[in-house]
């Protein structure tokens, strides 16, 4: 059991049901200094017996299988995104797509505010030569397990900050086939650098821009979880910066519940060079 806040309904069970099935049980710290309920800072309760860390697995169309640690989090995480597993689909399919291209016997894909990994998991199991981007040492160390795991060994991480490594990327003249961002309504870089999404978002994406291949078939994938996003805005973004050589789409990311509800958890933006 965890808050969400865009689950304005009533629940479909009572509240004892949910106890009774609830393997934990997230309850926000409430600081005494603010009666603000914004941060996800927070304590689990766990039934006797339940692990605080267990394994999930997902079979992909492209062989193999995502295999993920879970694990509970003082911000309510657990290591995994769910809602982004059409997301994994498209990006493997993606790199297919180039590996079919004579010329992209080498495809790089940079992404970004990777955290756990799964999306660079995926990518390495198509084929793809991956670098894993994020600013937390410990989110890198997890993610590299979950690789291990799933028998990917081949995948370079980096610790750093994603706007400053996208301006040396540049500086050293390399570029990539496809980019991920997932990133943060707020964050802080290795050094303590402050993200603000609203305030960097638009430099990073032409940061991106600078860095995709000319080749056909590159690609870009924009995440984003803050709330009062919409896909409509998420998309108008990324076309004015990539322009009109590249077809994009937008949606939202949820997940279905077993009463017929669908919970919003973000947008995507997904764009293909023509």
């Known amino acids: 059991i965890r808050p969400e806040p865009q689950a304005l309904w009533r629940p479909t069970l009572e509240r004892s049901k949910w106890n009774e099935l609830a393997n934990a049980i997230f309850e926000r710290v409430v600081s005494t200094k603010s009666i603000s309920m914004d941060s996800d800072k927070g304590n689990w309760s766990l039934k006797k017996g339940v692990s605080e860390q267990w394994w999930i697995e997902r079979k992909m169309e492209y062989g193999g299988a995502l295999k993920l640690r879970m694990g509970m989090t003082s911000f309510k995480h657990v290591g995994v995104f769910p809602e982004q597993a059409s997301n994994w689909d498209f990006l493997q399919k993606q790199v297919a797509t180039l590996s079919d291209m004579e010329q992209n016997s080498d495809i790089r894909v940079l992404n970004m505010f990777a955290y756990t990994g799964a999306a660079s998991i ?145 947008i995507f933006i997904r764009a293909v060079r023509k």
């Open 122 to 266: 995926a990518l390495a199991m198509a084929g793809a030569k991956v670098t894993h981007l994020d600013s937390v040492k410990a989110v890198n160390v997890w993610a590299r397990e979950n690789a291990e795991a799933s028998g990917i060994t081949n995948i370079r991480y980096i610790t750093d900050d994603a706007m400053e490594f996208a301006a040396r990327e540049l500086r050293r003249g390399n570029s990539y086939n496809g980019i991920i961002l997932d990133p943060p309504s707020y964050g802080r870089g290795t050094d303590g650098q402050k993200w603000v999404l609203e305030e960097h978002i638009y430099s990073m994406l032409e940061r991106c821009k600078a860095m995709l291949s000319p080749q056909k078939g590159s690609f870009m994938l924009l995440s984003l979880y803050s709330m009062g996003f919409s896909p409509l805005l998420g998309r108008t973004l990324v076309a004015q910066i990539l322009g009109e050589e590249f077809e994009v789409e937008c949606g939202e990311l949820f997940i279905a519940d077993s009463y017929s509800k669908n919970l919003p958890l973000g």
